[in-house]
């Protein structure tokens, strides 16, 4: 928690922001992925999906290279307009580095090929 204090709110708010958008980014660009965020505000969730590949077996993939996301299924959540999938989250931190996100994006890449 002095951490924090000693960083600043701002701070924090302003890096985890710039992380989720670098990643949101990122997925877009990413053949067969959608991200799923609707809100004009978002903040340092990123909810996407792939639809050749399920969110569960991402997870477990994502797990073996040392990356935690979750999976939430569509039914606990109004993103209705994807009723064949469930979907990834990946919850970013401000002391999460570019390489973790990039290692993410990549592994993510390497999967869908």
Not at 6 to 24: D, F, M, N, W
Not at 29 to 49: A, K, M, N, W, Y
Request: with cysteine.
């Amino acid at each position: 928690m002095d951490y924090a204090c000693r960083l600043g709110i701002e701070a924090i708010e302003s890096r985890v922001r710039e992380l989720a958008e670098k990643l949101r980014s990122e997925l877009r660009d990413i053949p067969d992925v959608r991200v799923l965020e609707q809100s004009t505000d978002c903040c340092g969730i990123v909810t996407f999906c792939c639809h050749s590949l399920e969110a569960q077996k991402l997870k477990q993939g994502l797990f073996a290279a040392g990356i935690n996301t979750s999976v939430i299924k569509n039914v606990n959540t109004r993103l209705q307009d994807e009723p064949e999938c469930d979907f990834n989250r990946a919850s970013l931190h401000y002391y999460n580095s570019d390489a973790e996100l990039d290692k993410l994006l990549e592994t993510l890449k390497a999967m869908l090929r």
